[in-house]
C-alpha cells in the first residue's frame, strides 16, 4: 500500500485508475481511525475496484477554542489499520498542500441542514466539512465515497454538496459502530477519563429510550425530548447541548413524530464533545 | 452536433469521451452568440479533442432588478453558430435540471475578488457564477474551459474556484473581441438604442486614453482614474458605476502604477450596463 501526500501524486494515480476504468471508493477522515472508520474501509473494498482512505485534520472545520491542535493523530498505527483493510493508497496532505496561499474559495450549504444541531456550535464547521469534500471529491473523483451515520447532519450535507455540484459521486452512509456498552465509537473519545468513559453510554441509553418510547406510540415531540434530557440528566456531569428530534432528510422540526425520525443528541462530558443518533421509522398517521 | 438538456446525457456523452482519452473543453456561455463566444469555441476546437459548449442564462447570477427575464435567448441561431464552428455538442438545460427543487449549495469566493468593482452593485452575482461553472467543471471535467477576458473579474473568480477545489481544469482567458469602433462585443449591446449605441465606443476610447497616460508614465493611480473619468463625462448620458484600477491578479488597489496593471469600467447607458477593461503591463519603478 501507498502513502501518498501531495495533489499531483494522487490525482496521477487515481486519474491512472479512471482511464483503465477502475471504478474508485473514496473513505475520507481525519486519521486517529478506529473500528468505525475501517468498516467503511471494508465497505469501499467491497465495493470498488480501488480504495483510497485520506487521512487530514482538516484545521477549516474546527471553531476557535475547539480541538484542532489536540486532535489525535498517528500516521503510523492508521497507515497500519488501513494496509491490513487492503486498500490501495493513503492521501495524507499537509495543511499547507490543501489550502495554500492564495486560497479563497469555500462550499456552503443553506440554513436548513447547517444552522441547526452541530452548527450552531460550530458556526464554520459544515462549511469546511464541505470545502474539503468537494476539494477531495474533485481530486478522486470516486464514484462512491463512505461516511459513518455517527455525524448524521454531515452526511446530509454532504449528499447535498454532492448532488447539487453534479459530483456524480454516491455517498454511502453506513451504521454507527459502537462499544460493547454502546457508545459511539469515535476518536474523540480517546479524551474521556476513566469516570467520563464510564458515564459515556449514557448518550447511547437515552437514544435507545427514546426509540422505546417511539416504540410504544408516542408521537409528540416535545414529550420524547424531555424523557430523554431527563434520562441525561440523571447523570449530573453530562451537560447537555442540545437533543433533537427531526425529519431524518430534511433536519425540519416535526409537530408529529411520523416518518424516519432523527433523534440525535451533543453533549459535553468534561471538555470532551460527544454526538450521537439514530433514525426510527415512524408509521405514518398511526 | 447534438444537442443535450438534461445532466444524465451530458454526463454519459462526456463520460464516454474521457474513458476514451479524449480531452475535453468546455466554453460556459448564457447563449445570445456573438463573435467573442465564437472566438472561445475556435480556441478549444483547436486545443480539445471534443468541445462542449454550454448555453444557459443562470438566474442565480442575476440580482433582482436586473435583465434576467429580458436577456437575450435564441436557441436556434446560437446552434447554428456553434454548429458552423464544429463544436461536438451543445449542453443547453433548464433552470429546473440544474437547481432542482432541494437545491441549496453554494460556492463563494472571498471579498478581496468579489466584494469590489462589479461584485459592490451585483451582490450575489459571483457567488452564482461560481456555482454555476464548478456545477459545469463537475458535470463535463474538462481539461480546459475557455472565458473572454471582458468579463475580467469574473474571469479571476473561476481561476480562483478551480484552482481551489482541485477541479483540475485549465481556465483559458482570450481577449476581448470587438467591434470596429472598439465597442467590447456583448450580448447586452442589442439592447443600445441607436443613439446609445453611438456614444458606446467611448467607453473603450476612454480605456484607450488610461493606455495612453500610463504609456507616457503617469503612475499616479488618482491621476489616471481622474482622467478616464473625465473622458466618460463628455457624453452627458453614460453614467459612470465605477472606474477601477487595480492589481491585475489580486484586484488589490495601487499607491503606485506598477507590474501587471488592470484599468475597468463598468457605465449605464440608458438602461444598459456596459463593462469593459485592458490589462496593461507597466514597468516597475521606472
New interface residues.
Given amino acids: 500500500m501507498k502513502t501518498v501526500s501531495t495533489?499531483k501524486e494522487i490525482?496521477a494515480l487515481v486519474d491512472r485508475w479512471?482511464?483503465n476504468?477502475k471504478t474508485v471508493g473514496l473513505v475520507p477522515t481525519m486519521g486517529a481511525l478506529h473500528e468505525g472508520h475501517l468498516h467503511l474501509v471494508r465497505a469501499a473494498r467491497q465495493a470498488c475496484d480501488r480504495v483510497v482512505v485520506s487521512l487530514f485534520v482538516n484545521p477549516t472545520q474546527f471553531s476557535a477554542g475547539e480541538d484542532f491542535a489536540k486532535y489525535p493523530r498517528d500516521l503510523k498505527k492508521d497507515t497500519r489499520l488501513v494496509a491490513a483493510e487492503k486498500a490501495d493508497v493513503i492521501f495524507a496532505p499537509t495543511a499547507e498542500e490543501m489550502y495554500p496561499a492564495g486560497?479563497?474559495?469555500?462550499?456552503?450549504?443553506?440554513p436548513?441542514?447547517t444552522q441547526t444541531m452541530c452548527g450552531l456550535s460550530r458556526p464554520n464547521h459544515f462549511q469546511g466539512v464541505?470545502?474539503v469534500v468537494?476539494?477531495l471529491l474533485?481530486?478522486m473523483?470516486p464514484q462512491q465515497a463512505f461516511f459513518g451515520q455517527k455525524d448524521y447532519q454531515q452526511t446530509l450535507v454532504v449528499k447535498?454538496?454532492a448532488a447539487?455540484?453534479?459530483?456524480?459521486c454516491d455517498i454511502v452512509v453506513l451504521p454507527t459502530v459502537r462499544e460493547a456498552d454502546g457508545l459511539a465509537k469515535s476518536s474523540r473519545n480517546a479524551y474521556l477519563s476513566e469516570e467520563e468513559r464510564r458515564l459515556a453510554p449514557s448518550v447511547y441509553q437515552a437514544l435507545k429510550l427514546a426509540d422505546g418510547i417511539l416504540q410504544v406510540g408516542e408521537r409528540n415531540p416535545k414529550e420524547l425530548l424531555d424523557a430523554v434530557r431527563k434520562r441525561l440528566k440523571t447523570e449530573s456531569k453530562i451537560e447537555i447541548e442540545y437533543v433533537a428530534a427531526k425529519n431524518a432528510e430534511t433536519l425540519e422540526d416535526l409537530l408529529i413524530l411520523s416518518g424516519r425520525v432523527l433523534v440525535a443528541v451533543a453533549v459535553k462530558l468534561g471538555s470532551t464533545r460527544l454526538i450521537d443518533n439514530i433514525v426510527v421509522d415512524v408509521p405514518t398517521g398511526s
Fill in positions: 495533489l490525482r479512471h482511464r476504468g486560497f479563497d474559495t469555500s462550499v456552503t450549504v443553506g436548513a441542514l464541505a470545502t468537494m476539494k474533485n481530486l473523483r447535498r454538496i447539487d455540484l453534479n459530483t456524480g
